[in-house]
Nanobody, 125 residues
Framework: QVQLVESGGGLVQPGGSLRLSCAAS?????????VGWFRQAPGKEREGVSC????????NYADSVKGRFTISRDNAKNTVYLQMNNLKPEDTAVYYC?????????????????WGQGTQVTVSS
């Protein structure tokens, strides 16, 4: 059974950092999948944060996180990471990773077939 599991969320003060992990299991070789990170704050729609393509490792970021977040993948560990620096209260949300079997990454939820259960990130003093 294909499964994505996020980890690394938590409570952090403004200006702090967290690294989220998205691990794949169930015979799921993440190398062949483009992976995205999304987030959903209470009362808001789920939005794309960042993605990384399977083909060339090309990355994309939402304007709100450019220069602060970095997405990367470790195919040997079958894991994709989201390094989040200089966190702000408005980054507070449940963060989800998602994957689709294709070469290009996008920032729209409909592009993705597999989703993790999410991990809570709270930025507060």
């Amino acid at each position: 059974q294909v499964q994505l599991v996020e980890s690394g969320g938590g409570l952090v003060q403004p200006g702090g950092s967290l690294r989220l992990s998205c691990a794949a299991s169930g015979g799921f070789t993440l190398d062949y999948y483009s992976v995205g990170w999304f987030r959903q704050a209470p009362g808001k729609e789920r939005e794309g944060v960042s993605c990384i393509s399977s083909r060339d490792g090309i990355t994309n970021y939402a304007d709100s996180v450019k220069g602060r977040f970095t997405i990367s993948r470790d195919n040997a560990k079958n894991t994709v990471y989201l390094q989040m620096n200089n966190l702000k209260p408005e980054d507070t949300a449940v963060y989800y990773c998602a994957a689709w079997f294709g070469p290009n990454c996008g920032m729209a939820t409909y592009e993705y077939d597999y989703w993790g259960q999410g991990t809570q990130v709270t930025v507060s003093s």
